[in-house]
Structure formats: C-alpha cells, structure tokens
C-alpha cells in the first residue's frame, strides 16, 4: 500500500481531530499500540496487528513531530483540495441516489478553539470597521465633490 496511490488519514487512524495537540496524538497512539500490539493478539491475527503496529508508529512519528506534520497536513490537504475538483467535475456518476454532502470537506473540519473563534470575530471587525471607512470615506468624497461643483456653477452663473 502506497501512499501516493492509497494515501492513509493519520488522525482517523489514531481517532484524533486535526487540531489535536502532540499530547493527544501520543496517547491515542499509546492506546491504539495497547489495543492492538501484536505481542497482545493471538497467533493468527498476528501479522494484521503488526502490519497496523506499523501504520501506526509512522502516523506517530509523523505528527509528532511539527516539520513532518506540516508536510503531511499539506499533502492531505492537497489530496483532499484535488478529489473536490474531480467530485465537481465527476461527483454523483454511477453513485445510486447522488452525495448531496461533501465527505472530503467534513473530513478537514475540526472544531474551532477560543482563540480561533475570538481571532475570527477580532478580523470580522476590523474587515467591517475597514469597509465602513472605506464606503464612508467614499461617499463624503462624492457628497464634497457634489457640493463644490454646485457652488463652482453657481458662481459661474452669477458672474456670467
């Protein structure tokens, strides 16, 4: 298994949210390895476990480690950003009944934190404050101008 041709979800892997902290990626891995150790399953399911053992240590030590994660982050967006471009194009063929969700686009979104929400509500703000002074400042301008050209041609009528 490839990841360019089958490209692995790290964080449903391990049963983490994107905005997960290194902490919370160590211990949903350290839970998975209990779960799933190949030490702890029996014989027959031995090489399966040790096959996930496997995906498992590179999910870790891919997210655990900030220059990797944001590599990878770019690359599942990217896979992401290109299977919606070809569900756009493609999306609904031959599927019974059609998707009328977008699973590609519910699988980056996370929960937003505090700080996002009040960073997000800090630049709605200023955008909004921004345009109001642009518009304002836009509309006083055309108000003035209005203005001079009325007094300019009434004192071209009364000297004429």
């Known amino acids: 298994m490839t990841e360019a041709t089958d490209p692995i979800d790290y964080y449903k ?7 997960a902290s290194s902490r919370e990626i160590t211990r949903a891995y350290r839970d998975a390895m209990k779960a799933t150790h190949p030490d702890t399953v029996a014989p027959d399911f031995r090489a399966t476990a040790e096959e996930r053992a496997k995906l498992l240590n590179l999910a870790w030590r891919t997210l655990t480690k900030p ?26 063929m031959g599927m019974p009944g059609g998707q009328q969700h977008d699973p590609f686009a519910e699988a980056l979104r996370r929960e937003t934190s505090h700080s996002e929400r009040r960073e997000m509500a800090e ?5 909004t404050v921004t345009i109001l002074l642009v518009f304002g400042g836009a509309t006083a301008l055309v108000v003035c101008f209005v203005v001079l050209w009325s007094v300019a041609a009434d004192l071209v009528r009364a000297v004429l």
Request: hydrophobic residues 30%; positive net charge; without cysteine.
């Open 123 to 127: 630049s709605t703000r200023s955008a």
């Open 13 to 19: 892997l391990l049963r983490v949210p994107y905005s």
């Open 67 to 92: 220059a990797e994660r944001l590599k990878y982050d770019q690359s599942l967006r990217k896979t992401v950003i290109q299977d919606q471009i070809m569900s756009s194009y493609f999306g609904g």
